[in-house]
T-cell receptor, first 115, second 111 residues
Framework: GAVVSQHPSWVICKSGTSVKIECRSLDFQATTMFWYRQFPKQSLMLMATSNEGSKATYEQGVEKDKFLINHASLTLSTLTVTSAHPEDSSFYVC???????????FGSGTRLTVV | QKEVEQNSGPLSVPEGAIASLNCTYSDRGSQSFFWYRQYSGKSPELIMSIYSNGDKEDGRFTAQLNKASQYVSLLIRDSQPSDSATYLCAGAKAAGNKLTFGGGTRVLVKP
């Protein structure tokens, strides 16, 4: 089946620094990837839709200058959390639709802790 | 009104019983629906997708879609302790479009 690889699995960073999260589609090309954030005991909230070769589409209330998304190739999308603060601590996960319309595959997620 | 709504639970079922989960959606433009299972601290994993009215069975799982009533359901037969997780219902307007998730239903299967 379709596999989406996400790295790192967890990261701890100091307040004010930036963190980059990578998502790769391993066995298929993903023209579109989706980035979600999940706070404890809450559901997944879509942050942005990442389109290969074009600007990402951000959901209302998500700061595009703080959460930089780059989708430079058909297999790689990155999310950079700039000037991270403790309130950005969350579980970030990406997803993409598999090649055979068999649903959306999720990466393993990244647990970000900002101290 | 949330676009996709689920009872948060927890839904407690004895081992071997049937767990019944429901989900309603408000956007009639939604065409594709998915059930995901999410263990604590892990990312969601796809259980079932359903696109047409009626039932779809896969092993111990059966999904049902009723577009007229705007609900989607999931039955888990012969529930096992390993089925204890949060189950997320999601909808999309078309293939490749963004998913909208419900809040999830926590299921506890007791031995």
């Amino acid at each position: 089946g379709a596999v989406v690889s996400q790295h790192p699995s967890w990261v701890i960073c100091k307040s004010g620094t930036s963190v980059k999260i990578e998502c790769r589609s391993l066995d298929f090309q993903a023209t579109t990837m989706f980035w979600y954030r999940q706070f404890p005991k809450q559901s997944l909230m879509l942050m942005a839709t990442s389109n290969e070769g074009s600007k990402a589409t951000y959901e209302q209330g998500v700061e595009k200058d703080k959460f930089l998304i780059n989708h430079a190739s058909l297999t790689l999308s990155t999310l950079t959390v700039t000037s991270a603060h403790p309130e950005d601590s969350s579980f970030y996960v990406c997803s993409a639709q598999g090649p055979r319309d068999d649903g959306y595959t999720f990466g393993s997620g990244t647990r970000l802790t900002v101290v | 009104q949330k676009e996709v709504e689920q009872n948060s639970g927890p839904l407690s079922v004895p081992e071997g019983a049937i767990a019944s989960l429901n989900c309603t959606y408000s956007d009639r433009g939604s065409q594709s629906f998915f059930w995901y299972r999410q263990y604590s601290g892990k990312s969601p994993e796809l259980i079932m997708s359903i696109y047409s009215n009626g039932d779809k069975e896969d092993g111990r799982f059966t999904a049902q879609l009723n577009k007229a009533s705007q609900y989607v359901s999931l039955l888990i037969r012969d529930s096992q302790p390993s089925d204890s997780a949060t189950y997320l219902c999601a909808g999309a307007k078309a293939a490749g479009n963004k998913l909208t998730f419900g809040g999830g239903t926590r299921v506890l299967v007791k031995p």
